[in-house]
Protein backbone atom coordinates (compact mmCIF):
# COMPACT_ATOMS: atom_id res chain seq x y z
CA UNK A 1 0.00 0.00 0.00
CA UNK A 2 2.83 2.17 0.78
CA UNK A 3 4.87 1.13 -2.49
CA UNK A 4 1.76 2.04 -4.46
CA UNK A 5 0.42 5.65 -3.23
CA UNK A 6 5.05 6.24 -3.22
CA UNK A 7 4.18 5.40 -7.54
CA UNK A 8 1.36 7.81 -7.49
CA UNK A 9 3.02 10.94 -5.95
CA UNK A 10 6.15 10.67 -8.13
CA UNK A 11 4.54 10.13 -10.80
CA UNK A 12 2.20 13.18 -11.01
CA UNK A 13 5.26 15.26 -9.20
CA UNK A 14 7.74 14.58 -11.79
CA UNK A 15 5.67 13.61 -14.74
CA UNK A 16 8.17 10.71 -15.87
CA UNK A 17 7.43 7.32 -16.94
CA UNK A 18 5.12 5.14 -14.73
CA UNK A 19 6.59 1.86 -16.17
CA UNK A 20 10.15 3.13 -14.75
CA UNK A 21 8.93 4.61 -11.39
CA UNK A 22 6.63 1.18 -11.14
CA UNK A 23 10.24 -1.10 -11.63
CA UNK A 24 11.98 1.30 -9.31
CA UNK A 25 9.40 1.10 -6.23
CA UNK A 26 8.92 -2.70 -6.76
CA UNK A 27 12.57 -3.20 -6.60
CA UNK A 28 12.95 -1.15 -3.10
CA UNK A 29 9.71 -3.15 -1.75
CA UNK A 30 11.85 -6.54 -2.57
CA UNK A 31 14.74 -5.62 -1.01
CA UNK A 32 12.03 -4.52 2.20
CA UNK A 33 10.43 -7.84 1.89
CA UNK A 34 13.61 -9.72 1.62
CA UNK A 35 14.76 -8.52 4.94
CA UNK A 36 11.53 -9.17 6.54
CA UNK A 37 11.76 -12.97 5.53
CA UNK A 38 14.97 -13.09 7.84
CA UNK A 39 14.40 -10.91 10.87
CA UNK A 40 10.42 -10.97 11.85
CA UNK A 41 9.08 -8.41 14.43
CA UNK A 42 6.15 -9.54 16.62
CA UNK A 43 3.93 -8.36 19.78
CA UNK A 44 2.84 -9.79 22.65
CA UNK A 45 0.44 -8.00 24.57
CA UNK A 46 0.03 -8.16 28.06
CA UNK A 47 -2.53 -5.56 29.76
CA UNK A 48 -0.68 -1.94 28.75
CA UNK A 49 2.64 -3.56 28.03
CA UNK A 50 3.12 -4.41 24.29
CA UNK A 51 6.37 -6.32 24.04
CA UNK A 52 8.03 -6.35 20.87
CA UNK A 53 10.55 -9.29 19.79
CA UNK A 54 12.81 -9.89 16.87
CA UNK A 55 12.98 -13.66 15.43
CA UNK A 56 16.12 -14.54 13.02
CA UNK A 57 14.59 -16.83 10.45
CA UNK A 58 18.27 -17.47 8.89
CA UNK A 59 20.55 -19.59 9.94
CA UNK A 60 23.55 -17.16 10.11
CA UNK A 61 23.84 -14.54 12.96
CA UNK A 62 22.22 -11.29 11.67
CA UNK A 63 22.99 -7.56 12.86
CA UNK A 64 20.14 -5.88 12.63
CA UNK A 65 19.07 -1.85 13.41
CA UNK A 66 15.67 -0.86 14.59
CA UNK A 67 13.94 2.16 14.94
CA UNK A 68 10.89 2.55 16.82
CA UNK A 69 8.33 6.06 16.51
CA UNK A 70 5.88 5.62 19.13
CA UNK A 71 3.24 7.86 20.34
CA UNK A 72 0.90 7.04 23.58
CA UNK A 73 3.18 5.39 25.94
CA UNK A 74 4.67 5.74 28.93
CA UNK A 75 8.50 4.98 27.13
CA UNK A 76 9.79 7.05 24.56
CA UNK A 77 10.96 4.61 21.88
CA UNK A 78 12.30 7.70 19.39
CA UNK A 79 15.71 5.97 19.42
CA UNK A 80 17.63 3.53 17.84
CA UNK A 81 18.47 -0.48 18.88
CA UNK A 82 20.85 -2.43 17.46
CA UNK A 83 21.77 -5.83 18.01
CA UNK A 84 23.02 -9.09 17.28
CA UNK A 85 20.30 -12.02 17.12
CA UNK A 86 21.50 -15.48 16.45
CA UNK A 87 20.24 -18.32 14.30
CA UNK A 88 16.74 -19.36 14.37
CA UNK A 89 16.31 -17.32 17.43
CA UNK A 90 13.71 -14.60 19.13
CA UNK A 91 14.35 -11.50 21.34
CA UNK A 92 13.34 -8.93 23.23
CA UNK A 93 13.73 -5.56 21.49
CA UNK A 94 11.36 -3.46 23.63
CA UNK A 95 8.58 -3.35 26.17
CA UNK A 96 6.13 -0.91 25.63
CA UNK A 97 3.68 0.52 28.48
CA UNK A 98 0.26 2.39 27.19
CA UNK A 99 -0.27 6.03 29.06
CA UNK A 100 -3.87 6.62 30.27
CA UNK A 101 -6.80 8.01 28.01
CA UNK A 102 -4.16 8.08 24.90
CA UNK A 103 -4.30 6.63 21.93
CA UNK A 104 -1.15 4.71 20.80
CA UNK A 105 0.79 3.28 17.97
CA UNK A 106 3.99 2.71 16.56
CA UNK A 107 5.63 2.18 13.81
CA UNK A 108 9.39 0.85 12.89
CA UNK A 109 11.91 0.33 10.70
CA UNK A 110 13.93 -2.24 10.20
CA UNK A 111 17.20 -2.78 8.33
CA UNK A 112 19.22 -5.64 8.69
CA UNK A 113 23.44 -5.46 7.84
CA UNK A 114 24.13 -7.68 5.01
CA UNK A 115 27.78 -7.05 5.26
CA UNK A 116 27.94 -8.73 8.88
CA UNK A 117 31.44 -10.35 9.27
CA UNK A 118 30.09 -13.63 11.19
CA UNK A 119 34.18 -14.38 11.76
CA UNK A 120 33.51 -12.25 14.86
CA UNK A 121 31.47 -14.13 17.74
CA UNK A 122 31.92 -15.78 21.12
CA UNK A 123 30.01 -18.57 22.73
CA UNK A 124 29.33 -18.14 25.90
CA UNK A 125 31.82 -20.63 28.06
CA UNK A 126 34.24 -19.71 25.31
CA UNK A 127 37.98 -18.28 25.75
CA UNK A 128 39.50 -16.21 23.05
CA UNK A 129 43.44 -17.27 23.39
CA UNK A 130 44.25 -14.34 20.96
CA UNK A 131 41.87 -11.79 20.57
CA UNK A 132 44.29 -9.51 19.05
CA UNK A 133 43.46 -11.78 15.55
CA UNK A 134 39.82 -12.03 16.28
CA UNK A 135 39.52 -8.19 16.44
CA UNK A 136 42.48 -6.75 13.84
CA UNK A 137 41.14 -4.83 10.55
CA UNK A 138 38.19 -5.34 12.10
CA UNK A 139 35.80 -2.06 13.20
CA UNK A 140 33.89 -3.30 16.79
CA UNK A 141 31.70 -0.96 19.05
CA UNK A 142 31.49 -2.05 22.40
CA UNK A 143 28.25 -0.28 23.96
CA UNK A 144 26.12 -0.30 26.92
CA UNK A 145 22.45 -0.90 27.95
CA UNK A 146 20.43 2.40 27.43
CA UNK A 147 23.56 4.47 26.01
CA UNK A 148 22.29 6.95 23.47
CA UNK A 149 25.89 7.87 22.30
CA UNK A 150 26.38 4.37 21.37
CA UNK A 151 22.96 3.54 19.49
CA UNK A 152 23.99 6.92 17.75
CA UNK A 153 27.05 6.03 16.94
CA UNK A 154 26.17 2.56 15.28
CA UNK A 155 23.11 4.41 13.39
CA UNK A 156 25.53 6.60 11.74
CA UNK A 157 28.20 4.26 10.63
CA UNK A 158 24.46 1.95 9.18
CA UNK A 159 23.99 5.24 7.31
CA UNK A 160 27.67 5.01 6.10
CA UNK A 161 27.31 1.16 5.36
CA UNK A 162 30.41 0.87 7.12
CA UNK A 163 30.98 -2.71 8.16
CA UNK A 164 31.12 -3.48 11.57
CA UNK A 165 29.65 -5.31 14.67
CA UNK A 166 28.06 -4.09 18.18
CA UNK A 167 28.51 -6.10 20.89
CA UNK A 168 26.13 -4.72 24.66
CA UNK A 169 28.69 -5.49 27.17
CA UNK A 170 25.62 -6.24 29.43
CA UNK A 171 25.07 -9.59 26.82
CA UNK A 172 28.79 -10.17 25.94
CA UNK A 173 30.63 -9.41 29.06
CA UNK A 174 33.27 -12.01 28.60
CA UNK A 175 34.44 -10.82 24.69
CA UNK A 176 34.99 -7.20 26.27
CA UNK A 177 36.74 -8.34 29.47
CA UNK A 178 39.06 -10.04 26.90
CA UNK A 179 39.24 -7.07 24.67
CA UNK A 180 40.01 -4.61 27.93
CA UNK A 181 42.73 -6.97 28.92
CA UNK A 182 44.45 -6.55 25.52
CA UNK A 183 44.60 -2.94 25.77
CA UNK A 184 45.80 -2.80 29.13
CA UNK A 185 48.84 -1.95 27.84
CA UNK A 186 46.69 1.40 26.36
CA UNK A 187 45.75 2.68 29.35
CA UNK A 188 47.04 5.29 31.35
CA UNK A 189 46.27 6.64 34.62
CA UNK A 190 44.48 9.91 33.33
CA UNK A 191 42.55 7.44 30.90
CA UNK A 192 38.97 7.80 30.92
CA UNK A 193 36.88 4.87 30.01
CA UNK A 194 34.10 6.57 28.33
CA UNK A 195 30.82 4.77 26.10
CA UNK A 196 30.72 3.59 23.17
CA UNK A 197 34.64 1.86 23.38
CA UNK A 198 35.66 1.51 20.13
CA UNK A 199 38.49 -0.52 18.46
CA UNK A 200 39.08 1.10 14.98
CA UNK A 201 40.80 -2.01 13.05
CA UNK A 202 44.29 -1.10 15.08
CA UNK A 203 43.32 1.56 18.14
CA UNK A 204 40.57 2.33 20.31
CA UNK A 205 38.25 5.43 20.37
CA UNK A 206 36.83 6.24 24.07
CA UNK A 207 33.98 7.65 23.66
CA UNK A 208 33.69 10.90 21.44
CA UNK A 209 32.32 14.48 21.50
CA UNK A 210 31.59 14.97 17.67
CA UNK A 211 29.54 12.27 16.04
CA UNK A 212 30.28 13.56 12.53
CA UNK A 213 34.18 13.47 12.83
CA UNK A 214 33.96 10.14 14.59
CA UNK A 215 32.44 8.41 12.27
CA UNK A 216 35.15 10.36 9.26
CA UNK A 217 37.24 8.49 11.26
CA UNK A 218 36.46 5.81 11.08
CA UNK A 219 34.82 5.36 7.73
CA UNK A 220 38.41 6.46 6.44
CA UNK A 221 39.79 3.17 5.44
CA UNK A 222 36.07 1.10 4.99
Known amino acids: MICVTK??????????????????????CALGFSQQDKVVITEKKKGKRVVLMAENKTADTLNVFIMLTAQGYRRSADRPVVMNIPPRKKVHVMTLIEMDDQESNYTYNLIVNENLDNSLTLEPEEDVVDIENVIKG????????????????????????????????????????????FIDKELQETTKIRFPVIWNKTYTIFGYDDLEKTVEEISKNN
Open 138 to 181: KVVVFSTTDCKKCDNLSAFLFRDQVNHRNFNIDDDPKLYRQFMN
Open 7 to 28: IGILSSFFGVNRQLILFFTLFI
